[in-house]
């Protein structure tokens, strides 16, 4: 019994941070009205940013699926029309 001695440190850090999270995550600790907080959302996403933030939509890339693909037909081909492994 004596071995388990050196978890009570921890025990105590761990009941000591569940308490304090409790505490702060209480109902109603900061909490504004709903319509306060859409009249702010509104007003955010109404305003115009400066010309220098604005976000340009970067343009579309070939997405590579990590799979290679031989084309079917080639320099590689043998001339008989059948394909042979390398």
């Known amino acids: 019994m ?4 050196w978890l009570a440190p921890a025990l105590v850090v761990t ?3 569940m308490v304090w999270v ?3 995550g209480r109902d109603g600790h900061g909490e504004i009205d ?5 009249e702010r959302l509104g007003k955010a996403l109404a ?3 400066p010309a220098g933030t604005r976000r340009t ?16 037909h080639g320099s590689a081909s ?5 394909r ?3």
């Open 15 to 17: 009941v000591v941070a």
């Open 57 to 72: 939509t970067s343009p579309a890339r070939d997405r590579s699926t990590g799979i290679a693909v031989r084309p079917s």
């Open 84 to 86: 042979r492994a390398s």
């Open 47 to 49: 305003k115009e940013l």
């Open 2 to 5: 004596e071995i388990l001695l």
């Open 78 to 82: 043998t001339g008989d029309g059948t």
């Open 34 to 38: 709903r319509d306060v907080a859409v």
């Open 22 to 24: 409790s505490w702060v």
